[in-house]
């Protein structure tokens, strides 16, 4: 894992609902972000499972609901479990790389923000202790995570999926601008989905092919 950097703002035996609070506050990055922040967590001490992708994108900024775009019911779909499971706090911790929408750029979304897992991430574990299954959406997630166990390329790393079992589960983002990419890759689907969705049954401890 990366290095954590101190936040100047933590302090011993800080209590949930004020790190809770102080995240939604945030402004550390309001100047390189173009709409003004708005950080988007889902995060709950009695949270089980743990999602770890980019960064919010736009109609995300503009709902403030976690994943509520094209790509959230991808990841739904590959997850087999519904909304009314997917934003229960208490069973679905979210938690992106960058908590705020950082704008566009030539290609997409900017890359997220560098100051929130550093600031954050730390104090969040620190209270979210019933973690057992982290899902690294994308290779900004997996880098963070995994360090030098990642390897040379996204693809790689999540074929390696195996590799990092039983705490994560790497996985390529469900935008559908990554049809061909599933299309090139049908491992992914014949050979991993079904690994992650038993996890994730057993994590939330729901019925397999009965979460919808």
């Known amino acids: 894992m990366s290095p954590i950097v101190q936040n100047p703002a933590s302090a011993p035996g800080e209590s949930f609902d004020r790190l809770l609070s102080a995240i939604r506050a945030c402004t550390v990055c309001a100047g390189h972000l173009p709409l003004g922040p708005r950080p988007i967590v889902q995060l709950d001490p009695r949270a089980r499972l743990m999602i770890v992708g980019q960064a919010p994108g736009l109609k995300v900024h503009q709902t403030g609901i976690p994943w509520n775009d094209a790509s959230g019911r991808m990841l739904r779909q590959w997850l087999d479990i519904d909304e009314s499971v997917f934003h229960d706090a208490s069973r679905v911790a979210i938690m992106p790389m960058g908590f705020c929408y950082p704008g566009r750029g030539k290609g997409g979304d900017l890359p997220p923000r560098k100051e929130c897992a550093p600031l954050w991430f730390d104090r969040v574990y620190t209270h979210l202790t019933r973690i057992e299954l982290i899902l690294l959406i994308g290779r900004y997630a997996q880098a963070w995570y995994l360090g030098k166990e990642q390897k040379a390329n996204l693809t790689r790393t999540v074929a390696a999926f195996a590799e990092y079992a039983p705490r994560y589960i790497p996985l390529v983002h469900p935008s559908p601008r990554n049809t061909a990419w599933m ?13 992650l969705r038993s996890r994730v049954a057993a994590v939330l401890d729901l019925p397999q092919g009965e979460t919808r």
């Open 183 to 195: 299309q090139r890759n049908p491992w992914f689907e014949q050979d991993l989905l079904p690994v």
